[in-house]
């Protein structure tokens, strides 16, 4: 059985991009590069091992103070996003930057979640206010305008976008497309109440999705 939903893009090197508007970080050796990104769940990281093994470029799990950490291997193919993102003051957004589906269902991988207003998309605390304005910009142009909240020093929780309502909600879910194998719906973007669980029906449509929907 087939890992992509039907109808989708094939994947891509710069999917990976929706990583670095959220928690991941990219650095160079030589002319290769590697895509790191430190995630709170065991199933996050099984989950983005099982996809980058499907795009290619191989991946290792570490584990960390802060938790578990999935770093790709040095390859060439993701030199040229490092370029992108690439400043003299650490990661930082290129001019123009878009977020697709694809590059979506990768955020909401790493670091998404419901709570009890909306869905979180997670951002690295250490990111600069550009990494971050940038994310919400690019949210916005996608057509999934999100309120920046936990960004205060004492934050429990760490910054993050929220997407709040339905309109919004349904948005963010027919880009990405159903929650893959192995993610528990209640971290895929959903909504509440009388409305059900985005994402289920003949009306939604996959946007990018590396695994096939889960059963659960």
């Known amino acids: 059985m087939s890992l992509f939903a039907a109808g989708m893009n094939d994947p891509s090197y710069d999917d990976l991009e929706g990583l670095l508007v959220g928690p991941g970080t990219i650095e160079r ?3 290769a590069a590697r895509v790191s990104v430190g995630v709170a769940d065991d199933w996050r990281a099984e989950v983005i ?3 980058l093994a499907v795009l290619g470029p191989g991946a290792e799990v570490s584990t960390s103070p802060d938790g578990l950490e999935v770093r790709t291997a040095y390859v060439p193919e993701l030199y040229d996003l490092a370029e992108r993102w690439h400043s003299f003051a650490g990661k930082h ?3 123009g930057l878009r ?3 694809a590059r979506l269902w990768w955020w909401c991988l790493a670091a998404g979640s419901v709570d009890s207003a909306g869905y979180r998309l997670g951002l690295a605390a250490a990111d600069s ?5 940038a994310a919400g910009a690019a949210l916005a142009q996608a057509g999934v305008p999100a309120a920046l909240v936990g960004h205060q020093r004492l934050s429990p929780h760490g910054p993050a976008y929220r997407v709040v309502g339905v309109r919004r909600l349904v948005r963010l879910s027919e880009l ?3 929650a893959p194998q192995g993610v528990p719906m209640e971290a895929w973007p959903s909504t509440r109440g009388g409305h059900g ?3 289920e029906g003949p009306g939604v449509r996959a946007g990018g999705n590396y695994g096939g929907a889960s059963s659960s």
């Open 29 to 31: 050796r030589g002319d």
């Open 49 to 51: 091992l099982r996809a």
């Open 176 to 178: 990405v497309g159903p």
């Open 99 to 101: 977020l697709d589906g």
């Open 129 to 133: 206010d550009a990494v971050w304005s």
């Open 197 to 199: 669980l985005v994402g």
């Open 93 to 95: 957004p290129p001019a």
